[in-house]
């Protein structure tokens, strides 16, 4: 069918895409490897360029939150079916929270494999992992809630429009932005700790529990809240797959602007910008830690060696401790 040959057109476009990226790519590594201090970007001055660009990049950030806003806002106040449905409203931004944040914490615990595995091993398999959750998110949302539909109709009734069906949905079309989120996390932080931690005895449980994963945790963060933020506005798979007299924030939007209820439609397009506020906080709390720790010290100066047990202690004070250092002495004397 028609369908059929558009989407597969999708997937082979996106897999010509995602082989060129890792041909790009190829075997370049993140992690700093070496001893001594990072060494930041010198920052060049745009002098007189400077107040344009931040006219630029302002009048860039009123068009994308300003229309909107004031749109809302117009139809708010001069709208005659704004009249408020509180418990309709409750309902649906219960919907969304339980169907968004059930999708984010299913499709990061999917994504934490394929992307610790596609961040320390450079191999075929981990590779193709990596590449296959990308073809999923190339299907079109309706492509993959009818193929769901027809497969919980013929072989799963049970799960058949129910919530379960929906976090499945919402793991294959966003499983890509939990494995980058991961996969750039975990790439950036230095293999080193891992190994010295297996060679003196530790089990490879522990040492993802205790090394592996809280390294990783600014990436697991961010992919969790890419994820949370993409399943609260979809809704192609959303309308199709939901349970029956389940509502959610996107859906009553789209009800209510079917209509023309434009003001009634209002509060629910509020609501979902003011959602998105916290997972871009989080995204940009992170981001702005990246350097502004540094001491100043080591802005823009050459770096310097240092013996490689100091180096490790403090770019990772947990593994500097006298604590960890002790526990992990007298284990490997135990041995």
Not at 15 to 26: D, K, N, Q, W, Y
Not at 131 to 137: D, E, I, S, V
Not at 257 to 273: C, F, K, Q
Not at 321 to 331: D, F, G, I, N, P
């Amino acid at each position: 069918t028609p369908a059929v040959v558009l989407s597969g057109m999708l997937v082979l476009v996106t897999a010509v895409i995602v082989l060129a990226e890792a041909r790009t790519r190829g075997r370049a590594r993140y992690a700093r490897l070496g001893s001594g201090a990072a060494r930041l970007a010198a920052r060049i001055s745009m002098k007189r360029k400077t107040f344009p660009a931040y006219g630029a990049l302002g009048l860039l950030g009123a068009a994308s939150l300003g229309v909107p806003l004031v749109s809302m806002g117009y139809w708010l106040s001069v709208g005659r079916s704004g009249e408020f449905d509180l418990p309709q409203i409750v309902e649906a931004v219960g919907g969304s929270l339980l169907l968004a944040g059930g999708g984010a914490v299913f499709t990061m615990l999917l994504a934490l494999p394929v992307g610790l595995l596609a961040a320390r091993h450079t191999g075929r398999l981990p590779g193709l992992l990596e590449r296959a959750t990308y073809l999923g998110h190339a299907v079109p949302a309706i492509v993959v809630a009818l193929s769901l539909v027809f497969f919980t109709v013929r072989y799963a009734f049970d799960f058949y429009l129910s919530v379960p069906l929906v976090v499945f949905a919402y793991a294959v079309l966003f499983l890509p932005l939990a494995v980058g989120a991961v996969r750039a996390s975990a790439a950036q932080s230095p293999p080193v700790f891992e190994e010295v931690a297996r060679s003196l005895g530790r089990a490879p449980r522990q040492v993802l529990r205790t090394i592996t994963l809280p390294l990783a945790a600014p990436g697991i963060a961010a992919g969790t809240a890419l994820v949370f933020l993409a399943a609260m506005k979809e809704l192609t798979a959303t309308l199709v797959l939901h349970p029956t007299g389940m509502d959610t924030l996107a859906i009553r939007l789209w009800s209510e602007t079917s209509t023309r209820s434009y003001a009634a439609a209002a509060p629910y397009a509020a609501l979902l910008m003011l959602v998105s506020v916290i997972p871009t906080y989080l995204l940009g709390r992170d981001r702005r830690r990246t350097g502004d720790d540094l001491p100043e010290a080591t802005q823009g100066h050459p770096a310097t060696v240092e013996p490689s047990g100091q180096a490790q202690a403090r770019d990772t004070p947990w593994l500097g401790s006298s604590t960890y250092q002790s526990s992990l002495h007298a284990e490997a004397v135990h041995r």
